[in-house]
């Protein structure tokens, strides 16, 4: 079945680390693929989206994202996080001409003051 | 511009009763997506509507339907509760599908 893959449930850094959070998908063909983010009490925001061209992708507030097609990997960065990065990080794909979304479970992600 | 509106933003209901959830797209957005989420399944794709088609529907069972009007907004019906039922339920929309999807807050269901 196809499927997203996000291997941390739950990542604890302090403030100034360097983050990165693994995304892996299984789906053999031309895929788009996202990261979503969800600040407590909040809804689900893009951070980020690669459909094609430059592998390496920057998103909003500092994040960035790499799409390694040989490895079926989309892992989202950055390098030094904050206190307000505190969120569930969600990755999911979509197929190309498809209009469903499919998720990871999410990542927790709790930064320490 | 405004959101993703979804409404009510909590429900409860009892068992076997039928309940009904409304969004509407941001405007200009053709493609209504639904999602349910939960501890335990995470996010899940129910169906996906443009220009009042479906296009696509999740594996979820016939009690769960939507449908979506000439404005793009869109409804979704779940009949015959269940107790499993209980969810966050999101609606995302996008210009035309595809293209990166913008979420509302969702209408938490409490099935009793």
């Known amino acids: 079945a196809q499927s997203v893959s996000q291997h941390n449930h739950h990542v604890i850094l302090s403030e100034a680390a360097s983050l990165e959070l693994g995304c892996n998908y299984s789906?053999?063909?031309?895929?788009?693929l996202f990261w979503y983010v969800q600040y407590p009490g909040q809804h689900l925001q893009l951070l980020l989206k690669y459909f094609s061209g430059d592998p390496l992708v920057k998103g909003i507030k500092g994040f960035e994202a790499e799409f390694i097609k040989s490895k079926f990997s989309f892992n989202l960065r950055k390098p030094s996080v904050q206190w307000s990065d505190t969120a569930e990080y969600f990755c999911a794909y979509s197929g190309a001409g498809s209009y469903q979304l499919t998720f990871g479970k999410g990542t927790k992600l709790s930064v320490i003051p | 511009k405004a959101g993703v509106t979804q409404t009510p933003r909590y429900l409860i209901k009892t068992r076997g009763q039928q309940v009904t959830l409304s969004c509407s797209p941001i405007s200009g957005h053709r493609s209504v997506s639904w999602y349910q989420q939960t501890p335990g399944q995470g996010l899940q794709f129910l169906f996906e509507y443009f220009s009042e088609t479906q296009r696509n529907k999740g594996n979820f069972p016939g009690r769960f339907s939507g449908r979506q009007f000439s404005n793009s907004r869109s409804e979704m019906n779940v009949s015959t509760l269940e107790l499993g039922d209980s969810a966050l339920y999101l609606c995302?929309?996008?210009?035309?599908?595809?293209?990166?999807?913008?979420f509302g807050s969702g209408t938490r269901l409490t099935v009793v």
């Open positions: 995302a929309s996008s210009l035309q599908g595809g293209d990166g999807y913008t």
């Open positions: 789906y053999g063909g031309t895929v788009n």
